[in-house]
């Protein structure tokens, strides 16, 4: 167990909707990241949290949101659900962001599964 | 920008042999780290071991341990007396030492160990 949770497990949904994954970082941890595993993209990055900031993006889509509450649990939102975006979505954090190393611990993912 | 390559889409082992699975890289940066992650069928990413680009010396963690070539860009695994617990998915991933905290990873490869 990483510490790191992530709600729901699961979650299935039709074309058109908007669905919002949530993560909790391990205590103590202030930077949040989010990561996508779909059959078609691999394991890829969508974006990073630090503090209830954004930090940085990766290839997140457009219909694709985040934030960082004050409590420093974190919220994906996807909207206009297409059946490419069923994947397992990561969160993962850290203590902190940028050098020295800081290890991410990953939390044990959302499946979404878009019928 | 950079990429992780993984060749070896699967590989299969026999408990209590060794089996090295290969990753190579490209970037343009001098400092940066490497790591090797696993996912067992849980899905959940696991940390295996992490290398730093300016240390010479080869990372190991017990059964676990690495072949850093920086010169060419190559970072191998090498799991002895493997165990069928270690049957997996192995990703090799990168992240930059002075860039965003991202993780780019590659495509992975199932290791599959045989009693």
């Known amino acids: 167990d990483s510490g790191v949770t992530q709600t729901p497990k699961h979650l299935i949904t039709a074309t058109g909707q908007r669905v919002t994954l949530r993560c909790s970082p391990r205590?103590?941890?202030?930077?949040v990241y989010w990561y996508q595993q779909s059959l078609d993209q691999g394991l890829q990055f969508l974006i990073q949290y630090y503090n209830g900031e954004e930090r940085a993006k990766g290839n997140i889509l457009e219909r694709f949101s985040a934030q960082q509450f004050p409590d420093l649990h974190s919220e994906l939102n996807l909207s206009s659900l297409e059946l490419g975006d069923s994947a397992l979505y990561f969160c993962a954090s850290s203590v902190t962001s940028g050098p020295p190393y800081n290890e991410q611990f990953f939390g044990p993912g959302t499946r979404l599964t878009v019928l | 920008a950079q990429t992780v390559t993984q060749s070896q889409p699967e590989m299969s082992v026999q408990e209590a042999e060794t089996v090295t699975l290969s990753c190579t890289y490209d970037t343009s940066e001098s400092d940066y780290y490497l790591f090797w992650y696993k996912q067992p069928p849980s899905r959940q990413m696991i940390l295996v071991i992490r290398?730093?680009?300016?240390?010479?010396q080869n990372a190991t963690e017990n059964r676990f341990s690495v072949n850093f070539q920086k010169a060419a860009k190559s970072f191998s695994l090498k799991i002895s007396d493997s165990q069928l617990g270690d049957a997996a998915m192995y990703f090799c991933a990168y992240r930059s030492a002075r860039g965003t905290d991202k993780l780019i990873f590659g495509t992975g490869t199932r290791l599959q160990v045989f009693p």
């Open positions: 290398q730093e680009a300016y240390k010479q």
């Open positions: 205590s103590g941890d202030l930077s």
